[in-house]
């Protein structure tokens, strides 16, 4: 089988899983983030609350006590932390989600990936840094930012929207330290088995620049996305020069799809483990974790736009 459409599946499951999640973590239905920025810098959060599993209650979220880089001396993170003995599926493993809703703005976060290519070269784990809020009678609002560890050289971006049983999802897969796009992608049905490639203004830029010697487990690099009612851009900040790489300048709605969310949403940050979903460069990338693998969080921001 393709492993392009084994991701794009694997996605869909993802979403599927999400689907479950509580969708008020805060009870708090009307109240919306103005612009934060997370430093993750003390015990508890103002903005975060965490659930250890989707079928838990949301509780106040605490931090390891270890909250100091590994990687980079003197910076103060959030290690988020996998547990070997949780099960495979998106929503499984530990989550924190914003306590009010957010909407269209500017998204951003500060993250290293463990790096686990000598450790467990097959292991199969997704960190996601996304949006997600699924609502009755309304469209799912998921932008999404995700990587397989086991390959720290390529990153996932897209989205999923429509109504529960009929989900549309774009995508686009790239691998950063070779400038490579694997696929950018249409896909919906109840298989996912109505898939195209997306071309003209839905597959802007067509080429992305190599950053070279990219690898998400080795550093920090800065990620993040503009979120516009007609239009969605996802960047990274080159670690050296801080440019604004632009890696998917998506607009070009047609009257039967947009693919843009137009829901209010929750932000989140989450880290389990599939054992479907293999990374491009290794199809046996979907072993169980055998360690309690950490993510280093430095912050994660928000700015909202003045959109009515």
């Known amino acids: 089988m393709n492993i392009r459409l084994i991701s794009i599946a694997a996605a869909a499951v993802l979403a599927a899983g999400s689907l479950c999640a509580q969708e008020n973590p805060s009870n708090e239905k009307a109240k919306y983030h103005k612009a934060f920025t997370e430093d993750f810098d003390k015990e508890e959060s103002k903005y975060f609350i965490q659930r250890r599993d989707r079928r838990e209650e949301a509780t ?18 959030m290690l988020y932390r996998i547990d070997p003995d949780d099960p495979a599926g998106a929503g499984r493993g530990p989550e924190i989600i914003s306590k009010h809703y957010t ?27 996304f949006t997600y809020n699924m609502e009755k009678g309304k469209s799912l609002s998921e932008i999404d930012w995700e990587w397989l ?11 999923w929207t429509g109504p529960r049983g009929n989900l549309q999802r774009i995508g686009r897969t790239i691998n950063l ?33 190599a950053i070279e010697g990219f690898n998400a487990a080795e550093r920090f690099y800065t990620y993040g996305f503009d979120w516009y ?13 801080n440019e604004k790489i632009v890696l998917w300048d998506y607009q ?11 829901n209010r949403t929750y932000y989140r940050l ?3 483990h599939t054992n479907n979903w293999p990374v491009e460069t290794n199809p046996h990338s979907i ?22």
Request: hydrophobic residues 30%; without cysteine.
């Open 60 to 77: 106040d979220f605490r931090y390891f006590p270890a909250n100091v880089s590994l990687s980079e001396k003197g910076t103060d993170v």
């Open 229 to 241: 009612p007609d239009r969605l851009v996802w960047w990274i900040l080159h670690p050296e020069t």
């Open 252 to 262: 070009g709605s047609t009257p039967d799809f947009s693919g843009i969310p137009d």
């Open 270 to 272: 989450n880290f389990w």
């Open 149 to 159: 560890i086991a390959d720290p050289e390529i990153v996932y971006i897209g989205t």
């Open 287 to 308: 072993e169980k974790p055998l360690y309690p693998y950490e993510v280093e969080v430095d912050w994660m921001s928000y700015e909202p736009f003045d959109i009515k």
């Open 177 to 209: 330290a070779e400038g490579k796009i694997y696929s950018t992608i249409y896909r919906s049905g109840k298989d996912g088995n109505i898939n195209h490639d997306l071309t003209g203004l839905q597959n802007q830029p067509e080429t992305v620049p």
């Open 103 to 129: 909407s269209y703005g500017t998204y951003s976060a500060r993250i290293r990936i463990p790096d686990v290519t000598k450790v467990q070269p097959n292991v199969g784990a997704v960190v996601g840094y």
